[in-house]
């Protein structure tokens, strides 16, 4: 009686384990039948030409992918492998071409920065994905700034810590409409930059990209299952410098409308 009771506990107590290791391994987007107590809008991008939007899931970035903005930060690009961070994605604030946006100045820095940098929209994921297909998996293309409190990412780097204080803010993902690469191609040589007050302060080509884009998908789907409505903001040119209030940043990328955006 003792034996079949103890194997009566053991078989519940395995079966119960296996459901909440179940339990753990289900996906967070699983949808349930439980009311939610409040509601948490979701983020979308214009799609350029249509009627339709961009939902954002997750914003990938890629560090120092020009070899200049690698020195300028003191990296050595002929050694460094790619590496990524995330922003949130209620980071994101849309500008529509061809009106000046206004762009809050953040809290607890006094050396805010611009980086401009092509943005690519993702819409079929995978992991693994190989460089030979990874344009497959875009949907299309905008022109953005990672935007950067400098003082707190240099800060905390500087202390070992994580520096996503820095990168990780409320507005620090500015971007135009998505542009579908049956409209635009995949663009890959032409130029980029951003001028303050109408002065140029970063003119680069995409050529001069450490890691493609391709690459960049290849690398960052063996950390990462990407999904469509991913976002990877894929590098910015050297001259990274700051802003103020009243300063109006103009970004440019060959192919895509220019953006403008004043600091308030």
Known sequence: MQETTRRH???????????????CASSATTTSSGKQPFDVPGVTV????????????RI??????????????????????PFFFQKPTDAVQVVTPGVVADHPYPTLTKNY??????????SQGGKDIPVESALAHVYGY???????????QRGMGDQKKPWEIGKSFDHSAVLGPIHPVAAVGH??????WLKLNGVTKQDATLKH????????????????????????????????GPVVRGDVMQIHIDGLPDLSVRVV
């Open 9 to 23: 506990v053991l078989a519940t107590s395995a079966a119960l384990a296996g459901g909440a290791l179940a339990g």
């Open 46 to 57: 214009p799609i350029a030409g249509s009627d339709q939007v961009f939902p954002v899931r």
């Open 60 to 81: 990938y970035c890629i560090g120092r992918n020009f070899a200049a903005h690698a020195r300028e930060m003191g990296s050595d690009p002929t050694r460094e492998p």
């Open 113 to 122: 920065h611009y980086e401009v940098e092509l943005v690519v929209a993702i």
């Open 142 to 152: 905008s022109l953005g700034l990672d935007m950067t409190r400098r003082d707190l």
């Open 187 to 192: 663009p890959s040589e032409g130029a980029i």
């Open 209 to 240: 990209m450490i890691w493609s884009v391709p690459e960049q998908i290849s690398r960052l789907s063996q950390a990462f299952e990407l999904k469509p409505g991913d976002l990877i903001y894929a590098g910015t040119p050297e001259n990274v």
